[in-house]
C-alpha cells in the first residue's frame, strides 16, 4: 500500500503521581471512519528517539519526550499509551508546559505509518512515527485564560502567537467584556421601572446592540488565520440573532 502518514488524536490527562499520561489511541472508530488495531504497534523505531513536537514541526527543537511508551491491554480493549515529558529550556517549550499545566492544551496528535491493512480502513499493524502537542482550543474562555495566564507570567506576544493563540481576536473581545456587564446590569434594571426609565433603557440597550454588530463585523473582517471557519459562521449568527433583538426594541419606542 502507499506509504503515508496518517495522525489520531490523544486527550492528555494527569495521572495520580502529578505527571501527564495521554491515551494516544483506542481501538474505536475515528472521526475519518479508519480504526487503528493497537495490537499492532511496532514502537520500536519510536522508543529509540521518542521526542516530542509542537504541531508536527519537524525543523524546531523537541519540547519534550515521551518519558514512556507502551500498549495496555489485549484484543479490542489495547490502547497505545503516552507520558509526555515537556522540558522549560526553550521560551516555546516552557509557555507549552504552562499551557499544558493550567488544562488549556488537552490534546496530543500521533503521526503513525500504516504497514498492513485488509480494507484500507482497518489498519492492522502501524509505525508510530512521531508525537505532537497540538493547538490550543478554539475555544474564546481556553484562549482567553491561556492569554492571561502567559501574559502573567512574562512572555511576549510572539511566544504568545507561536503556541497558537490569536491575539488578535482576544484583543478585540477585551473592550467587549465592560459592554457585556453594561448590558447584564441594564437587562436587571428592566424590572419595576416607569415608562420613562423604560424608554432610556430601550435606547441604551440599542446602543449596546450597535457595538456588538460592530464588533461582529470586525471580527468577520480579521484575517483568515486568526478566525476559524465555524467560529466566522458563529459570528454570522450572533449578528443575524443581533438584528432581530434590535427590531424588537425598536418597536417598544
Known amino acids: ?25 483506542t481501538n474505536s472508530v475515528d472521526r475519518h471512519g479508519e480504526i487503528v ?20 514541526d519537524h525543523g524546531e527543537p523537541a519540547i519534550g ?22 522540558h522549560d529550556v526553550t521560551e516555546k517549550a516552557r509557555a507549552i508546559k504552562q499551557l499544558v499545566d493550567m488544562g488549556v492544551i488537552k490534546t496530543l496528535s500521533v ?13 492492522t499493524k502501524n509505525e508510530l512515527l512521531e508525537v505532537s502537542m497540538v493547538n490550543v482550543p478554539a475555544n474564546a474562555d481556553a484562549m482567553m485564560m491561556a ?8 512572555f511576549d506576544e510572539e511566544v504568545i502567537k507561536d503556541v497558537g493563540i490569536a491575539t488578535e481576536l482576544i484583543d478585540m473581545i477585551v473592550p467587549l467584556q465592560k459592554d457585556i ?31 456588538i454588530a460592530k464588533a461582529a463585523d470586525k471580527l468577520l473582517e480579521a484575517d483568515k488565520k486568526s478566525v476559524p471557519v465555524d467560529q466566522k459562521n458563529l459570528i454570522k449568527v450572533i449578528k443575524r440573532a443581533n438584528e432581530i433583538l434590535t427590531v424588537g426594541e425598536k418597536g417598544k419606542l
Do not use: C
Open 1 to 25: 500500500m502507499e506509504e503515508e502518514t496518517k495522525f489520531v488524536e490523544a486527550t492528555i490527562t494527569k495521572a495520580d503521581d502529578g505527571s501527564f499520561i495521554a491515551i494516544a489511541s
Open 65 to 86: 519526550v515521551s518519558k514512556k511508551t507502551w500498549v495496555e491491554g489485549t484484543g479490542k480493549k489495547a490502547k497505545l499509551m503516552i507520558q509526555p515529558l515537556l
Open 147 to 154: 492569554y492571561k495566564g502567559l501574559k502573567k507570567s512574562g
Open 181 to 211: 456587564e453594561e448590558l447584564r446590569e441594564l437587562v436587571k434594571a428592566q424590572q419595576s421601572v416607569n415608562p420613562q426609565t423604560e424608554t432610556k433603557i430601550v435606547r441604551q440597550r440599542l446602543s449596546m446592540n450597535k457595538i
Open 111 to 123: 503521526g503513525f505509518k500504516p504497514l498492513e491493512s485488509p480494507d484500507g480502513v482497518t489498519f
Open 37 to 56: 488495531d493497537n495490537n499492532g504497534w511496532d514502537l520500536k523505531s519510536f522508543k529509540k528517539n521518542p521526542v516530542i513536537l509542537w504541531g508536527h
